[in-house]
Structure formats: structure tokens, C-alpha cells
């Protein structure tokens, strides 16, 4: 792990690839912090950074986990009218509500929207997620 100069003075210290992995993959872990791995295993958080940019930089990161977000291609060619009569017909009665939940990390955005304007509904959606 270290090099010494006649057995006594420190020059560099050289870390395993292995160990810059385990490192690495630590700081991706949930509710950790970059300075608390680097400090349970007696690093700078410095150098920690230093290996992190190091590895974006040369791409060897491989992400094991699922991305939080996928993007969807969402149709364009569907018509107010069209959408209107699918869901007037779904709903049966004037009463019913088209409900639309979002959620984020620690909050919620519920939209209600009444079926007999889903026309209005798709327009506004159109809109929000252009």
C-alpha cells in the first residue's frame, strides 16, 4: 500500500485498483457520505473525490442499478376529440374524475380533473410535459 524510502520516510502511497472499487462502491451507497468512507478507511476525502473524477472521466464505472427516471416517447398524433369520447365512454357517469399522481422523493402533486373535459386534461399534460 505505501512505498517507503530507506525503510522510513513515506514517499507515496499507491491504493489497489480493488481497493479504489470497494472505496468507490461504498460512496454509492445509500446516506453515504464521500468524507465518512474516505475517514472509516483513514483517506483524505480529497482523494476519494480525486478517484470518483478520475473514474467519470474515464468511463469505467459500470451502474448497477436501475435509473430513477426513463423517458417515454409520448404520442403526438392523438386527437382532444379522441380522448374525450374514451374517456366519457369509460366513466359511465358525469360525477367521476380522472386522477393523476406524481411523485417525487418526499412529496406528492395529485391532479383531479373532471372526465367531461379530458380534452382540457390531455391539452394541459401536452403542455407540462413538453
Same mark, same amino acid.
Given at each position: ?7 522510513? +520516510? ?14 468507490? %462502491?461504498?460512496? +454509492?451507497?445509500?446516506?453515504?457520505? =464521500? %468524507?465518512? =468512507? ?11 473525490? +480525486? ?11 459500470? @451502474? @448497477? @442499478? $436501475? ?5 417515454? $416517447? ?10 374525450? @369520447? ?17 411523485? +417525487? ?8 380533473? $373532471? ?16
Amino acid at each position: 500500500m505505501e512505498r517507503l524510502i530507506d525503510g522510513q +520516510r513515506r514517499l507515496r502511497r499507491e491504493y489497489s485498483a480493488d481497493f479504489k472499487a470497494l472505496v468507490l %462502491a461504498q460512496t +454509492r451507497g445509500p446516506g453515504a457520505s =464521500v %468524507a465518512g =468512507v474516505a475517514l472509516s478507511h483513514g483517506l483524505h476525502p480529497n482523494m476519494v473525490h +480525486r478517484w470518483l473524477r478520475e473514474e467519470r472521466l474515464t468511463g469505467t464505472h459500470v @451502474q @448497477q @442499478q $436501475p435509473p430513477a427516471f426513463v423517458a417515454l $416517447p409520448v404520442p403526438t398524433g392523438v386527437s382532444d376529440v379522441r380522448v374525450a @369520447q374514451t374517456a366519457g365512454a369509460a366513466s359511465g357517469a358525469e360525477g367521476e374524475f380522472i386522477r393523476i399522481e406524481l411523485q +417525487r422523493t418526499g412529496a406528492t402533486i395529485t391532479i383531479t380533473w $373532471p372526465v367531461t373535459v379530458a380534452a382540457q386534461c390531455a391539452q394541459a399534460l401536452r403542455e407540462l410535459l413538453r
